[in-house]
């Protein structure tokens, strides 16, 4: 049975069948969206209406295509990498629409590869309901190495 544990950050060598799952800052989506964003380094809303579009469709299985997120304020606000128009997509979802962060979670989550024993999770404790929703029980740091059979825990007690 998959479990998870919430961590700061994950060991450098991952054991065996173990899975890592970071917070959604979705930078990697603003790259893949196949529209370039405007040359001229200020926002515009048309470019963050097509990233919201593109983030909602991959993550919401139930997007109609209509988004409740009002762009205006970050219209011509300058910008100068991806990860700066990711920190403004970013923040428009939390504040409208955190339900797509949590959509984003559990879509890393279904991505562990089949015999996953464990997943890490670096990101927030505010955004664990996706483990919740598909069963995945958590488990504390500390019994990390016990429970993927690294180290054996010591019987109290006489027999």
Do not use: W
């Amino acid at each position: 049975m998959t479990k998870y544990v919430l961590v700061k950050s994950t060991p450098e060598t991952l054991p065996k069948n173990c899975f890592v799952v970071k917070q959604p800052n979705f930078v990697e989506d603003i790259q893949e969206l196949k529209y370039k964003p405007p040359v001229d380094k200020l926002m515009t809303a048309n470019y963050l209406r097509s990233a919201l579009e593109y983030i909602s469709r991959k993550y919401d299985d139930s997007f109609t295509g209509t988004s409740p997120l009002s762009v205006n304020d970050y219209v011509g606000t300058p910008y100068s990498t991806s990860e700066d128009v990711a920190k403004m997509v970013y923040a428009m979802i939390k504040s409208k629409r955190p339900d797509l962060i949590d959509l984003a979670v559990e879509y890393q989550v279904k991505q562990a590869p089949f015999g996953t024993k464990l997943i890490y999770f670096t990101g927030s404790h505010r955004n664990i309901i996706a483990f919740d929703k598909l069963g995945i029980e958590s488990i504390p740091e500390k019994d990390v190495d016990y429970y993927l059979g690294i180290r054996e825990r010591k019987q109290k007690g006489t027999f």
